[in-house]
């Protein structure tokens, strides 16, 4: 069993296959589910709801330590990318309309002002996407007051968006000889103020218990499972490394990059060559596996993961296999596209200062999809 999965966390996501009977989606293959619009026949609907992990108790863990409730505000970057960039991988993005639910154990958490900052988070989000040419719409939101559900906060968000029948991407055209190219999840581009770890919405919970210091769970107890692992890390939050160029908490809280408008250029110019695009949030560098059928996904041109897999996978001895497996590990994006493109694929990337590169190519499979991984940590296959 992986570090990850005996903190309680499973990046198979294993169970909802129970709920695929009840659900209305066209195309199965596809990397989001996307239902026929009932009043017109030209259009499909995508409707998609994810939330942020357990990036708030890390922001909490901050609050508690310096008291300044800023800690909290990149959350709202991150709800809202995790949901529009996983509808922006079907070629969803017509006036994407989003609303948000934040549920908050008032005995523990300073509700108004962490609202209020969210706030301001969701408005700085909406004018960088506007900027850069997506007009996000917000339609309100909810709140819960859960004090003997939770032990600090959770924050997730839906979004719905329409598209013309023949821009949705399915990934049912992939085929032999298309490529991967990659975009990078850490670094700085052109649209944001700061540096990126790369980390985004996962592995959160392996990078706390093994990063953060013990002091921290017997100061604040409510910060982890009273009968689950506890912490182990020899980290303060504040602590500044080198290797990662930021403090360890802000490189856990590095909040996860907006793809959406370089996504959007792309298809813009190239949406006929672009097969697939996958958002690799949960399941990591696996999360190609949901998208299209019978496809062989080879990646052996991945970059040197970014530094905080790095010290993650060093501090809490998980096997690289299962890095692979939980971790974006430096791609966050992949665009799957007809290999006479790729280096204009790469030209656009570039032009928003966004990382990029060709990690690898799409071979035919029988009896479902299959992934190889080579890397410098070793070979690994996954189906």
């Known amino acids: ?107 523990k958490v300073p509700k108004q002002k962490v609202l209020e900052t969210l706030g301001i988070g969701f408005k700085e989000c909406s004018d960088t996407l506007k900027e850069n040419g997506i007009g996000l719409r917000f339609a309100g939101g909810e709140t819960g007051d859960l004090p003997d559900q939770l032990r600090t906060l959770d924050i997730s968000g839906t979004i719905y968006a329409k598209a013309k029948k023949n821009e949705v991407i399915i990934g049912k055209a992939i085929t032999e000889g298309d490529v991967i190219v990659g975009l990078r999840s850490g670094g700085k581009t052109k649209y944001e103020r700061k540096e990126n770890s790369g980390i985004m919405c996962n592995f959160i919970t392996l990078a706390r218990h093994y990063l953060m210091r013990r002091e921290y769970e017997e100061k604040y107890p409510e910060i982890r499972d009273p009968d689950g692992k506890g912490y182990y890390g020899r980290f303060r939050f504040d602590d500044f490394s080198d290797e990662l160029r930021m403090t360890v908490g802000e490189a856990i809280l590095s909040p996860t990059r907006f793809f959406t408008p370089v996504v959007s250029k ?3 110019k190239f949406r006929p060559q672009v097969k697939g695009l996958i958002h690799n949030t949960g399941g990591g560098q696996t999360k190609c596996l949901k998208l299209g059928r019978n496809v062989h996904y080879v990646k052996d041109s991945l970059p040197n993961p970014d530094p905080i897999f790095h010290l993650i996978q060093r501090e809490s001895g998980e096997e690289w296999r299962a890095m692979y497996q939980g971790g ?39 009896g479902g999809n299959r992934l190889t991984i080579r890397s410098p940590f070793g070979k690994f296959r996954y189906a």
């Open 1 to 107: 069993m992986s570090k990850y999965a005996q903190l309680g966390v499973d990046a198979k996501k294993r169970g909802v296959e129970v709920f695929q009977a009840l659900v209305d989606n066209l195309y199965p293959e596809a990397f989001s589910i996307v239902s026929q619009d009932p009043e017109f026949p030209d259009y499909m609907e995508c409707l998609h709801t994810d939330e942020v992990g357990s990036k708030p108790v890390q922001s909490y863990l901050h609050w508690r330590e310096t008291g300044d409730v800023n800690w909290f505000k990149g959350l709202a970057q991150d709800v809202i990318a995790m949901n529009l960039d996983d509808i922006a991988c079907v070629g969803v993005l017509r006036n994407p309309l989003f609303v948000d639910y934040i549920a908050i154990n008032p005995l």
């Open 266 to 268: 792309i298809l813009e």
């Open 328 to 366: 974006n590990m430096g791609i966050g994006m992949e665009v799957i596209v007809d290999p006479e493109v790729a280096e204009d694929i790469l030209s656009i990337s570039e032009s928003y200062g966004l990382g990029a590169q060709v990690i690898g190519k799409c071979k035919r499979s029988s």
